[in-house]
């Protein structure tokens, strides 16, 4: 028999809210525009593909902190919980928890709606047993559980489960320190909502060298390159634009006072975008600002979970000590 998991697409990706939004970043000085917009179905394959990239450090430190430790997080994290899955993209992570965790409830959400649904329906039929939902929404505004999602859990009897808020890949990184706050006080409201037990389980990338950071977010297949200029096919689908991938160059830098990788995309040559109701010059060399991965010590990282409610219960790293995975328990 087939299983399907449930869906629940809870924002137009193409609504006016978001036109609005990308022209503002685009019109502003310097021009600036949200990650998020990186993953249409195409970022999210361009993404995989980076976590196989030799330069990718993350992806196989975080994995193998799991590997190493996965007994011990099943110690702390309480089993059956209802797990949500922040910025799920492939779930593959997840999956990978299942066996150790043993959620009783499965709640993906990722912006990118389609390869989130596409991810779903396979990850389901691999594990038929355990409900699973689909949310599409941009958490970047708000993260709750909609009520939409109520039947769901009230089907499968998860109202009332701990709730496991699990945030890998160091996408925690994206925000600047004071939004990352206020996601982190977002997921603790939402822990707590599901009674006592929940927490959060997410993986923090650390500070570290130059030489290594860099690379990382400029490879030598240009991948990284690849996915970056996607966001301007994004932005013609989303809003009208005209821009043209070929005029823009991938730069990726290290800014060590902010802690962060900074990723832009530089104009070629002098140009104008436009799109429907808007435009905007670009002088050769002229920037748009397109992510900020930023890099954590263990001790800010624990100081900024405490300011958004959490203990820091758990704290893994890998030999090298270059990312960090925390189990920190939603107090009430
Ligand atoms: C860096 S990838 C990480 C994917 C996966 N969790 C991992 O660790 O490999 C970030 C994921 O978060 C999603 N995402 C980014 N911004 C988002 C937002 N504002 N709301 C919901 N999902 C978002 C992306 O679509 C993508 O799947």
């Known amino acids: 028999m087939t299983v399907t998991p449930a869906f629940l697409q809870l924002q137009e990706s193409n609504g006016t809210a978001v036109r609005e939004e990308l ?8 021009a600036s525009v949200s990650p998020k917009f990186l993953y249409d179905a195409l970022g999210s ?10 330069e990718y450090y993350p992806t196989r430190t975080e994995a193998a902190i799991f590997a190493a430790h996965g007994a011990n997080m099943a110690r702390q994290v ?3 919980a209802l797990m949500l899955d922040l910025g799920a993209g492939c779930c593959a992570k997840a999956a990978r928890l299942f066996p150790v965790l043993q959620p009783a409830g499965y709640v993906a959400v990722d912006i990118s709606v389609d390869f ?9 039929q691999r594990h038929p047993a355990l409900p699973m939902l689909g949310l599409g929404l941009d958490f970047s505004s708000t993260l709750t559980l909609p009520d939409d999602a109520l039947p769901w859990l009230a089907q499968h009897r998860l109202e009332n489960r701990p709730r496991v808020v699990f945030y890998p890949g160091s996408s925690i990184g994206n925000f600047s320190p004071p939004e990352a706050l206020r996601l982190l006080r977002q997921a603790h409201a939402v822990c707590q909502a599901g009674g006592a037990g929940g927490g959060l389980l997410i993986g923090v990338d650390r500070v570290k060298p130059v030489d290594v950071l860099e690379p990382a977010y400029d490879d030598s297949l240009g991948v990284t390159a690849a996915f970056n200029r996607n966001l301007l096919l994004h932005a013609n689908h989303l809003l009208g634009t005209d821009f043209q991938p070929r005029q823009w160059t991938h730069v990726a830098l290290y800014h060590t006072a902010e802690s962060r990788i900074e990723m832009h995309l530089e104009s070629a040559i002098d140009q104008t975008v436009r799109w429907p109701g808007g435009e905007r010059h670009f002088v050769a060399g002229e920037r748009l600002h397109t992510e900020n991965s930023y890099k954590w010590t263990p001790d800010a990282f624990a100081a900024l979970l405490e300011q958004a ?13 270059w990312f960090s995975v925390f189990w920190a328990v939603a107090q009430t």
């Open 23 to 30: 022209a503002a970043g685009l019109l502003n000085q310097p």
């Open 45 to 54: 394959r361009l993404f995989s593909a980076i976590t196989e990239l030799p």
């Open 78 to 80: 309480s089993p059956g």
């Open 116 to 124: 989130l649904r596409d991810t779903l329906v396979t990850l389901q």
């Open 309 to 321: 409610g959490f203990r820091p219960t758990a704290h893994w790293t890998d030999e090298r000590a």
